[in-house]
T-cell receptor, first 115, second 117 residues
Framework: NAGVMQNPRHLVRRRGQEARLRCSPMKGHSHVYWYRQLPEEGLKFMVYLQKENIIDESGMPKERFSAEFPKEGPSILRIQQVVRGDSAAYFC?????????????FGSGTQLSVL | SQQGEEDPQALSIQEGENATMNCSYKTSINNLQWYRQNSGRGLVHLIL?????REKHSGRLRVTLDTSKKSSSLLITASRAADTASYFCATDATAMYSGGGADGLTFGKGTHLIIQP
């Protein structure tokens, strides 16, 4: 039973490019969360999704950031026109329907570096 | 604003000693959880304590929760070199408040624990 899979592990983009981060939740998990972590900081909540629905995106910047979790395929976090301040580790987590916000399983993260 | 704040920010102890980390939070919660993060990796769930519980054990871990003081502590007994990691508390305050607010867990900045052999 594979864990939460994130790819790519590292992503380098130049300012103005687009970054697409992928997350496949654990089998049987229908809830996906995206968090951002800056060096020496805790995780900051960005968005919470279920299949085909955004439940809460209150932690996500209003511009340039979007997330989706389609019926088929991984969840995608998209950052358009990246800036240096977007450089961070982005973590995806999933949970089963019965344990929402009780036990999150995290992927290994995508380290985004904006040049 | 940051919900959980861990204390101390960093802790270095000798192998075999006990390590205690504290977490304070600001709002009423449903539960509080502790996670461990090894360098460059994702977080791993350690233990959950509900708002109506005061103490919980799991192996070498002991967690306490004082809702009147809005604080929790994580005790790791008989520490090992492999316990070296950052430890984060996370709170779930979902549905405690109306009018919005993130539905995800709210994490503190963590305590960086170093176990010296």
């Amino acid at each position: 039973n594979a864990g939460v899979m994130q790819n790519p592990r590292h992503l380098v983009r130049r300012r103005g490019q687009e970054a697409r981060l992928r997350c496949s939740p654990m089998k049987g998990h229908s809830h996906v969360y995206w968090y951002r972590q800056l060096p020496e900081e805790g995780l900051k909540f960005m968005v919470y999704l279920q299949k085909e629905n955004i439940i809460d995106e209150s932690g996500m910047p209003k511009e340039r950031f979007s997330a989706e979790f389609p019926k088929e395929g991984p969840s995608i976090l998209r950052i358009q026109q990246v800036v240096r301040g977007d450089s961070a580790a982005y973590f995806c987590a999933s949970s089963p329907p019965s344990r929402v916000n009780e036990k999150l399983f995290f992927g290994s993260g995508t380290q985004l570096s904006v040049l | 604003s940051q919900q959980g704040e861990e204390d101390p920010q960093a802790l270095s102890i000798q192998e075999g000693e006990n390590a205690t980390m504290n977490c304070s939070y600001k709002t009423s919660i449903n539960n509080l959880q502790w996670y461990r993060q090894n360098s460059g990796r994702g977080l791993v769930h350690l233990i959950l304590i509900r708002s109506n519980e005061r103490e919980k054990h799991s192996g070498r871990l002991r967690v306490t929760l004082d809702t009147s003081k809005k604080s929790s502590s994580l005790l790791i007994t008989a520490s090992r070199a492999a316990d070296t990691a950052s430890y984060f508390c996370a709170t779930d305050a979902t549905a405690m408040y109306s009018g919005g607010g993130a539905d995800g867990l709210t994490f503190g900045k963590g305590t960086h624990l170093i176990i010296q052999p």
